[in-house]
């Protein structure tokens, strides 16, 4: 009878383990599911199409940049020209004016004449100087105007090419959102098993330790720090009742035994 007594208290005892040994398996599921979602996430982040969004949006400011500069010169040499064309027909005016009076032989004495004449004169020169200087504007709007065409057809390609890449981008990020919300679905399923203080304390160690909260043992190492665990400590953590929580020493991880197969051997 009391060897009865004693196996039946054992199953008891042994009862409320069944369920703590499938909570650590549970919880090294989840970690492997959390850790998936973390890949995801990477991927995600580091997208080529998120690098070419990037370098076309550089792009296309720098040739707005240099289309806004172009134009502005070009506004400059513009009004340049526009000075230059009013200060020309005003000279030209004067001129004809005077001439208009000296053939009109209104000029009054030959002293008004002589100097009306020199004023035309003067006045002819100052033409050519505007005139001069007309062209040596119009010459240098003639490349501007090149140089800024072309800049605009490369901007307005460069914004083609970044409406591609950003749809693109769109594309691909919509296809990692749809395996990760895969992955989270099933997550979340795995997290509702596991038993809330374990998973709070798997949460608060995943926080802390770059996203490992729960290991298991490889080769007599911690697959969470890979640093290999003292012997005594091993032979220690094997014959800890399963049921029982156990940190590895060197990183504070949850350290997982059940299922680690090449250990138990
Ligand atoms: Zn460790």
Do not use: F, N, W
């Amino acid at each position: 009878m009391p060897t009865s007594d004693s196996d039946l208290s054992r199953t008891e005892a042994s009862e409320p383990d069944q369920p703590t040994i499938s909570q650590l398996s549970l919880l090294l599921e989840l970690q492997e599911e959390d850790l998936a979602l973390d890949r995801l996430d990477y991927r995600r982040r580091e997208l080529a199409e998120r690098g070419a969004v990037a370098e076309l949006g550089a792009r296309l400011t720098e040739l707005r940049a240099r289309v806004a500069e172009a134009q502005d010169q070009r506004d400059k040499l513009a009004t340049q020209q526009l000075t230059l064309d009013q200060r020309s027909e005003a000279v030209g005016a004067r001129i004809a004016a005077i001439e208009q009076r000296l053939r009109s032989g209104r000029a009054g004495s030959y002293r008004d004449e002589q100097a009306m004449g020199e004023e035309a004169e003067s006045l002819s020169h100052q033409r050519r100087e505007v005139e001069d200087q007309e062209l040596e504007v119009m010459e240098a709007l003639e490349p501007l105007d090149a140089e800024l065409a072309s800049l605009q057809d490369a901007a307005s390609s460069a914004a083609e090419e970044l409406a591609l890449a950003r749809e693109q981008l769109q594309l691909a990020t919509a296809a990692i959102d749809l395996e990760a919300e895969t992955v989270r679905a099933a997550r979340d399923q795995l997290a509702e098993r596991v038993a809330p203080e374990l998973s709070a304390s798997y949460e608060r160690l995943r926080a802390k330790l770059g996203g490992i909260g729960a290991a298991h043992l490889v080769g007599g190492a911690c697959s969470g720090c890979h640093l290999q665990i003292p012997a005594g400590e091993l032979h220690r953590l094997r014959h800890a009742t399963p049921d029982s929580v156990v940190y590895c020493d060197q990183c504070g991880r949850i350290l997982i035994m059940a299922g680690d197969h090449t250990d138990r051997q």
